[in-house]
């Protein structure tokens, strides 16, 4: 940023103020209106804004440019009303390129090395950090040391955020309850991919599970990168693509017992701009879709495919967690399932659910300071190379 700085110059031309970094960096072209409606020396320190937008567009205070002064710092413009406004050239630099942790879309392969931390590490100044960058970056992580102990998921939780309370309590258990069971959950049968809670909304973005005992045989969890799935599916077969991301989907959950009746209507392939911004995919509570849609069949073999897609091995990372693991996963993004075990073992795991900006804003809060998270993926680049498949991998 100190190297863009030092050679810019900014002009008025065409109407635009022109920023030119006198590097490769490409220029800036901004609109007045733009800089006066976020003028950051009219903002307060966390950069709330200290004027109403609405008197810069009905034209109170003037977008219209009288004089500008490029300095050292940044540059200094005067508006036809007689204000001055002040843009630091670090702050002009953020506004072209907003810095994101890329994400990686993952296969089977990534199975070859996973984004395990030690709890040790993880409760260091840098550790949450770390943990959060890794949920951006594939959507998935894993802590272990963390002990076996009962509730130790409610502490951890609200070390990364803020457990997020639903109908299943601030924190759940997961046990074989045989025939009491109210839910596939309860039970000692597998349970293929999918998302928790489609019902919900708004739903929770963060899923985590922590293992206090495991089964002898059986009982993996078993996770798939749902973005990378979606991008297979829009290469194997077009259609299907179209019909799960352009129709809403009805989840219903329903307890009679608790006047409990959760329903919420999203596609399986939610897409932003263009981009799959989540995945809700859960046969369990799928409610029926209305039976005069004209492509219904077309449209079940599509969530057929990319049911098939989801639990096929090609796209599934397998993991014993052993007692004092814990996984921790965007619900959006990642589907998890697990393999069945034995009736009666003494599996048991609890669970929570976390709200996803707050890994976010985590990680956002430090690329605006300026950190370099890529230092935490040194060890990642040969497994990534593996998948590298999809466009956004
Ligand atoms: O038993 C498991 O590993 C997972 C159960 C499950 O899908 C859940 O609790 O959301
Ligand atoms: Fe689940």
């Known amino acids: 940023m100190e190297g863009l700085a030092k050679f810019a110059r900014a002009s008025l031309k065409c109407g635009k103020v022109s920023i030119n970094w006198g590097s490769t960096a490409p220029v800036?072209?901004?609109k007045p209106f733009w800089l006066r409606l976020h003028d950051p020396s009219s903002s307060t320190k966390n950069q709330q804004r200290l004027f109403e937008m609405s008197k810069v567009i009905d034209g109170t205070l003037s977008s219209e440019v009288t004089n500008l002064t490029s300095g050292s710092d940044g540059v200094c413009i005067k508006w036809s009303d007689g204000a001055k406004s002040y843009y630091d050239w670090n702050w002009l630099a953020k506004q072209a390129k907003p810095k994101e942790v890329h994400q990686h879309f993952w296969d089977g392969s990534f199975q070859q090395k996973l984004p395990w931390m030690e709890y040790d590490a993880f409760s260091t100044s840098s550790g949450k950090l770390q943990l959060c960058t890794y949920l951006q970056r594939y959507g998935l992580a894993f802590l272990r040391g963390l002990g076996a102990g009962e509730g130790t998921i409610r502490k951890v939780g609200n070390e990364i955020g803020h457990i997020r309370v639903t109908n299943y309590g601030d924190i759940f258990d997961v046990k074989d309850e045989g025939v009491n069971a109210t839910n596939l959950a309860f039970t000692n049968q597998r349970i293929s991919a999918h998302t928790d809670n489609p019902y919900r909304d708004p739903f929770p973005g963060i899923q985590m599970l922590h293992c206090l005992s495991c089964a002898e045989a059986g009982g993996a969890t078993l996770f798939t990168d749902g973005f990378r799935v979606a991008e297979e599916l829009k290469t194997l077969d077009g259609d299907a693509f179209r019909l799960l991301s352009g129709i809403s989907h009805p989840f219903?959950?329903?307890d009679p017992d608790a006047a409990v009746l959760l329903q919420a209507s999203v596609p399986v392939i939610k897409l932003q701009?263009?981009?799959i911004q989540r995945i809700t995919f859960n046969n369990r509570s799928a409610a029926p879709l209305s039976p005069e849609l004209?492509?219904?069949e077309a449209y079940y073999r599509a969530w057929a495919l990319f049911d098939r897609l989801a639990n096929s091995g090609a796209f599934t990372v397998r993991i014993e967690l052993k007692p004092g693991d814990l996984a921790i996963w965007s619900n959006g993004r990642v589907m998890h399932g697990r393999e069945a075990y034995e009736r009666g073992a003494p599996r048991?795991?609890?669970?929570?659910?976390?709200?996803?900006?707050e890994i976010n804003s985590t990680v956002a809060a430090a690329l605006a300071d300026g950190e370099d998270l890529e230092k935490f993926?040194?060890?990642?680049?040969?497994?990534?190379a593996l998948s590298l498949t999809g466009k956004n991998a």
């Open 377 to 384: 993926f040194c060890d990642f680049s040969e497994v990534e």
């Open 348 to 357: 048991h795991l609890q669970g929570a659910y976390l709200d996803g900006d």
């Open 28 to 30: 800036m072209e901004l």
């Open 273 to 275: 701009n263009g981009n």
């Open 294 to 296: 004209p492509e219904l």
């Open 252 to 254: 219903e959950y329903r």
